[in-house]
């Protein structure tokens, strides 16, 4: 049977929000969590300071090591904090 994991975000202030409802005070206002930025391909290239077909070049690469990126319908995108690490790993690599 295969197994399935499952991640849950509960907010630090749970048992506060819980007892407001069953209280029926004001429940405090959850504090969503900080998103990692995402960039677009002009994001990335102004960031690093690379051309476009720089860009594109280290994008075709593929298997481990290769450039973190995922796409969004036909763009490519990229978050801010995986693509940042992987540029200070070539640098240490060199």
């Known amino acids: 049977m295969p197994e399935i994991t499952l991640k849950i ?8 929000i819980l007892k407001a409802i069953l209280g029926g005070q004001a429940a405090p206002a959850i ?3 900080i998103e ?3 960039w677009g391909i002009d994001d990335l290239c102004t960031a690093f300071k ?9 994008t075709m690469q593929t298997g481990p090591g290769s450039m ?5 319908g036909r763009d490519l995108r990229f978050r801010k904090s995986e693509v940042t ?6 640098r240490v690599a060199e």
């Open 9 to 16: 975000d509960i907010p630090e202030n749970l048992e506060a």
């Open 31 to 33: 504090q969503a969590p």
């Open 36 to 38: 990692d930025e995402i």
């Open 50 to 58: 690379m051309k476009k077909s720089k860009a594109y070049s280290l």
């Open 68 to 72: 973190p990126r995922f796409k969004l």
């Open 85 to 90: 690490a992987w540029f200070d790993q070539q």
